[in-house]
Structure formats: C-alpha cells, structure tokens
C-alpha cells in the first residue's frame, strides 16, 4: 500500500479558504536500515527523506527511524519546500520513539562523496511557498494555518567536515583535490522557517559539531507567524549555537514573528576561526522579532552568551530566568554594550521590564575530561593583543578551565590553534543534555 493522499472534498474547499488546516495529508515513512522503494508506508518504508521530496505536500508527515542518515545517494543534505512536520527518533517498526536514547535518528554525512554538496543538513526553506500563498491569503481575506513541526532530529555533521587529521580535533574550511576531501560545511546544520500567519515548532532536537558563520540550530519567523523552540541542545559549534531571525521586516509592530524559546541547553559555541572575530555566540536575536526566552542556558561562548546588535525594531524582548555564564566576551552584548547577566536588569535598554530572575551561577558540563581538556587547549586569539605581539597569562579560557576542574596553563598569543572545533562524540554531546541544570535550566532527555 502506498503513502495515500486523498483529494480535498469540494464541500471543504471553502472552510480551507476560510482558515482551517490543510487537508489531504500523507503520512511517509523513512528507515536507513530496512528503506527500499519509493512507497513510504509503514510497512515499506523509504530509505532516506531525499527521497520523498517530490511526493511531498504541504500538510504532509514525515516519521523517521533509527539509524545514521547520508542523504539521497550520499549527498549529506535535504531541502523541503513546503510546511511539513519531521518526527525522528522511532524505532524500526514505527511504534516506540527514544529520540536521544535507543533510537536515534541522525542526519549526517560523507565528506569524501562524490554527490556531497556544502549545504545545510537539512533545512525546511518555504520562501517560495510563501510567496505564492501570499496572493492566496489576499484573496481568501484570511490566511490558511499551516504549521512546520521538527520533532527529535539530530544532526552531527562530524561525517561531513574535514578534519586535518583522523584525530578530528582541527577543522579544515578548504577543499583537497588531491585527496577528494571537501571542505567543512560552513552552514547550519538545521534550519527552519515558519510559515506566513503559520506555526513553527522544533523541539527535541540536537545539534553538534557543525561549522556555520551563524547559527548551527537557525529558526525563521515570517508575518504573522508563531514559532516554538523547546526543549533542544546546540553543543560544540562555530558562529552562532541558536539564531532566531525573521524573512519579515515589519513596518509597524503588527504581525511580527514571536518566538517563544524556553529549555534549550546552548553550550561551547566557538567563533568562526581561531584568529577571526566572527560571531561565537550562544544565542543571537534578530531586530524584529518579539521574543519571549525562559529557563535555556547559554553558556561556555568564544563571545557573547546572548547577542542582540541592533536597536529593536518590535516592543516586546523579554529573556528571564536563564543561566547564562562563562562567555568570555560578555553574557550579553548590546548593540556595543557589553554585559555580565547580573546587569541585565539594570542596563539592558531593549529588554523588556520582565526580563528578571537570570543568573550567571556556575556549573560544571558532564562529558569526558579528555575532550574537555582537548577543547580547553584550543588558541582563542584575541586580535588587539595578537597584533601587538603581547603574552596574556591570565585569561578567560583559565577561568573556564577552573570551573570545569581542569589545570590552568599559561597562554600565547599564536596566529592559529592546532585545535578548532574538536569532534565532540555524540554519546558525549547527549550527556551534556541529559538533564537539565541547577534542576531547571536548559533542556533533558524526551
């Protein structure tokens, strides 16, 4: 039996115009171990989410089980084009999920593929569905309620980056013809935007050892949308760990894209590159959006723990009852403004008067004390004191090294670091998000 799509009854068609759900939904099923065909059912499911790209629809479900996922014929990435929810984390039988536990769906890659492309891992890109459904919406006098859920993923994309070496502790952003090794992907490892007048929900999700200039989990509202980000960990990325952001740039403070993001665990967020002073923050907002932030941590950043660099645009911008701490920048930077969490309410002119109760109180990361030591070891240059040639002793990544329970060192001020990006092992990522800290910040286990 194939993945069946039932046409809209035409007594339907005006309630659709009217608002309601799209309907006509499909469900597909998607398994690396057992996939074959092109049916999607349950009993015969698929073998990657490439490809069931053109059997999709706006509406439809995609349930993906265990196993590690390379992409369509190893291409290591996914674009979707229409609003769709992605449930992972089930079993092969489709009938239990333990999405950071026994049945982990993870979406990674194979660097050395002849079909491997420097795309984002797996991203829901509806700017051109938006724009045809917007005329449709003017018609209808009243926008269809479309939603995008993305529920238990994990991208590692440690298959996809080139390292310098089989130690994976260095990331190389180039290409090697000569070997045929690709360069890192430089792009988030997921991305999603929400839907004109729709919702937008990711939750349960990981991300880990990805290399993006911005953000490794990014999340885009659009007019009139509402979007969820719960409950998901960002662990050992470049640029930026969480970037929520808009595709619409209001006016007047109507139909602005909200955001509520509450329980993410965002933890050592590198900058682009050793010497370069691009990015390497937690959690970066955009302009536009309203924002309501509760209960995440953002934490051990090469920058800022929270990165606002623009006046406002919008009313509302609330962050309270966050752990925030161990950025070596600042917790919060401004727009030039820079910030520990304590000051917050006292300072910060674009957060809202419920922006209280964050915290800067220290805590320790549960993974391996060897990885912790290699991510430690890593060059953090700073660029004023490196170009005038001067030696810091006592420095940040001492303090962090401290907190964790590890030796100081002393530091030089190299022009590169033999370590960038040091493959975080996934088992070890997931420990990082067990449970959640001081009994209440950031995520757990689903």
Same mark, same amino acid.
């Given at each position: 039996?194939?993945?069946?799509?039932?046409?809209?009854?035409?007594?339907?068609?005006?309630?659709?115009?009217?608002?309601?759900?799209?309907?006509?939904?499909?469900?597909?099923?998607?398994?690396?171990?057992?996939?074959?065909?092109?049916?999607?059912t349950k009993d015969a499911p698929i073998k990657d989410i490439g490809n069931v790209l053109k059997d999709l629809a706006a509406g439809d479900?995609?349930?993906?089980?265990?196993?590690?996922?390379?992409?369509?014929?190893?291409?290591?990435?996914v674009t979707i084009e229409v609003p769709v929810k992605i449930i992972g984390g089930y079993d092969d039988t489709f009938s239990k999920r333990?999405?950071?536990?026994?049945?982990?769906?993870?979406?990674?890659?194979?660097?050395?593929?002849?079909?491997?492309?420097?795309?984002?891992?797996?991203?829901?890109? &509806?700017?051109?569905? %938006?724009?045809?459904?917007?005329?449709?919406?003017?018609? #209808?006098?009243? $926008? /269809? =309620?479309?939603?995008? +859920?993305?529920?238990?993923?994990?991208?590692?994309?440690?298959?996809?980056?080139?390292?310098?070496?089989?130690?994976?502790?260095?990331?190389?952003?180039?290409?090697?013809?000569?070997?045929?090794?690709?360069?890192?992907?430089?792009?988030?490892?997921?991305?999603?935007?929400?839907?004109?007048?729709?919702?937008?929900?990711?939750?349960?999700?990981?991300?880990?050892?990805?290399?993006?200039?911005?953000?490794?989990?990014?999340?885009?509202?659009?007019?009139?949308?509402?979007?969820?980000?719960?409950?998901? &960990?960002?662990?050992? %990325?470049?640029?930026?760990?969480?970037?929520?952001?808009? #595709?619409?740039? $209001? /006016? =007047?403070?109507?139909? +602005?894209?909200?955001?509520?993001?509450?329980?993410?665990?965002?933890?050592?967020?590198?900058?682009?590159?050793?010497?370069?002073?691009i990015n390497g923050h937690a959690f970066k907002l955009d302009a536009a959006v309203k924002l309501n932030a509760q209960f995440n941590v953002?934490?051990?950043?090469?920058?800022?723990?929270?990165?606002?660099?623009?006046?406002?645009?919008?009313?509302?911008?609330?962050?309270?009852?966050?752990?925030?701490?161990?950025?070596?920048?600042?917790?919060?930077?401004?727009?030039?403004?820079?910030?520990?969490?304590?000051?917050?309410?006292?300072?910060?002119?674009?957060?809202?008067?419920?922006?209280?109760?964050?915290?800067?109180?220290?805590?320790?990361?549960?993974?391996?004390?060897?990885?912790?030591?290699?991510?430690?070891?890593?060059?953090?240059?700073?660029?004023?004191?490196?170009?005038?040639?001067?030696?810091?002793?006592?420095?940040?990544?001492?303090?962090?090294?401290?907190?964790?329970?590890?030796?100081?060192?002393?530091?030089?001020?190299?022009?590169?670091?033999?370590?960038?990006?040091?493959?975080?092992?996934?088992?070890?990522?997931?420990?990082?998000?067990?449970?959640?800290?001081?009994?209440?910040?950031?995520?757990?286990?689903?």
């Amino acid at each position: 039996m194939h993945a069946t799509r039932y046409p809209i009854p035409a007594v339907l068609i005006l309630s659709l115009l009217l608002g309601c759900a799209p309907a006509g939904a499909a469900d597909f099923y998607v398994s690396a171990n057992l996939g074959k065909g092109r049916k999607g059912t349950k009993d015969a499911p698929i073998k990657d989410i490439g490809n069931v790209l053109k059997d999709l629809a706006a509406g439809d479900t995609i349930h993906v089980a265990q196993g590690v996922y390379t992409g369509m014929s190893d291409a290591g990435w996914v674009t979707i084009e229409v609003p769709v929810k992605i449930i992972g984390g089930y079993d092969d039988t489709f009938s239990k999920r333990d999405p950071w536990g026994e049945h982990q769906t993870v979406l990674s890659g194979d660097n050395k593929s002849a079909n491997y492309k420097n795309e984002i891992r797996l991203r829901i890109d &509806l700017s051109k569905f %938006n724009r045809e459904k917007k005329m449709e919406f003017h018609r #209808a006098g009243k $926008p /269809t =309620a479309y939603e995008v +859920v993305v529920d238990g993923i994990i991208v590692d994309n440690t298959g996809r980056n080139r390292y310098t070496d089989d130690k994976k502790l260095k990331i190389v952003r180039k290409a090697n013809p000569k070997s045929g090794e690709n360069p890192t992907p430089d792009g988030p490892g997921l991305s999603v935007m929400a839907p004109l007048f729709g919702t937008a929900t990711v939750q349960n999700c990981v991300v880990v050892n990805c290399a993006p200039t911005e953000g490794a989990l990014t999340v885009t509202g659009n007019e009139g949308s509402k979007v969820t980000v719960k409950n998901n &960990l960002v662990v050992n %990325n470049t640029g930026v760990g969480l970037f929520c952001r808009t #595709a619409f740039n $209001p /006016t =007047a403070d109507k139909d +602005v894209a909200e955001f509520e993001v509450a329980n993410n665990t965002v933890l050592f967020t590198e900058k682009y590159d050793a010497f370069g002073g691009i990015n390497g923050h937690a959690f970066k907002l955009d302009a536009a959006v309203k924002l309501n932030a509760q209960f995440n941590v953002f934490a051990f950043s090469d920058q800022a723990g929270v990165f606002n660099a623009a006046k406002s645009k919008v009313k509302k911008l609330t962050l309270a009852n966050n752990l925030v701490c161990a950025n070596q920048l600042a917790d919060m930077v401004e727009i030039d403004t820079k910030m520990p969490v304590k000051e917050w309410e006292d300072n910060a002119q674009e957060l809202s008067r419920e922006s209280e109760g964050n915290v800067g109180t220290l805590f320790k990361v549960p993974v391996a004390a060897d990885w912790l030591g290699v991510y430690m070891a890593r060059n953090i240059i700073d660029r004023n004191a490196a170009e005038a040639d001067v030696k810091a002793e006592k420095t940040r990544i001492n303090e962090w090294r401290s907190i964790l329970g590890l030796p100081l060192q002393a530091a030089d001020l190299n022009v590169d670091s033999d370590v960038w990006l040091p493959q975080l092992p996934l088992d070890q990522a997931l420990k990082a998000g067990e449970q959640m800290y001081l009994e209440k910040y950031g995520c757990k286990k689903p």
